[in-house]
């Protein structure tokens, strides 16, 4: 069982009330590092998830949204509170059920489920209006499989809004997506220092 603490907060004019991880260094264990060099990024309530979640806030109501990574899943949360049809996805158990019970709570209806950008995008029901992702290139090894999946996630003249704090994978992950889509960025309201990536699909 998680050792869960509540947290309110005010996102894009939003009132959420959140349970989250008490101490994020409990979750970490050596036996799941060792096994897929697992670390709970999930649990931490980054500034690159605040700045895409003031930018979802802003986009109409009907978007067909999925947002890859999520975490605590606060962009889905605002996004679905907005009227946006979203699909919320990571790849741990503890960050899918976290997010159901916080979505539940918050009245958000969206639907959220386990998923990697290594596995079939299939099950996701592909294809989506609107692609996001807050603070998922802090590795290297993420670029290439996020670039990969995208054309199967994203409908023609689609768009993907990538967060970021300028993590050094960065600029790599943007410099060979240009060679695919266009790339650009949009303003936000959020936190200082991170830019959300803009990348538009040819119709």
Avoid at 110 to 121: E, G, H, R, Y
Wanted: hydrophobic share 50%.
């Amino acid at each position: 069982m998680l050792d869960l603490v509540e947290r309110n907060l005010s996102v894009a004019g939003r009132a959420l009330t959140l349970k989250v991880p008490r101490d994020l260094e409990a979750l970490f264990t050596e036996e799941a590092f060792a096994r897929d060099e697992f670390v709970p990024y999930w649990a931490e309530l980054w500034p690159s998830a605040l700045a895409l979640a003031e930018v979802l806030a802003g986009r109409g109501p009907g978007t067909r949204t999925l947002e890859i990574g999520c975490g605590l899943g606060v962009p889905s949360l605002v996004a679905a509170l907005a009227g946006q049809r979203v699909t919320a996805a990571d790849w741990s158990p503890d960050a899918v059920s976290v997010l159901r019970d916080n979505a539940a709570a918050n009245g958000a209806d969206l639907v959220v489920t386990a998923w990697s950008w290594t596995a079939d995008p299939a099950p996701l029901a592909p294809p989506f209006d609107l692609v996001v992702a807050a603070d998922v290139l802090y590795e290297r090894r993420n670029v290439a499989p996020i670039l990969d999946v995208l054309p199967a996630l994203v409908a023609p003249g689609g768009e993907v809004w990538v967060a970021d704090p300028g993590r050094l994978p960065a600029p790599e992950f943007l410099e060979r997506a240009a060679t695919q889509w266009t790339v650009g960025h949009l303003p936000h309201g959020g936190p200082a220092g991170v830019t959300v990536h803009r990348l538009t699909r040819p119709a």
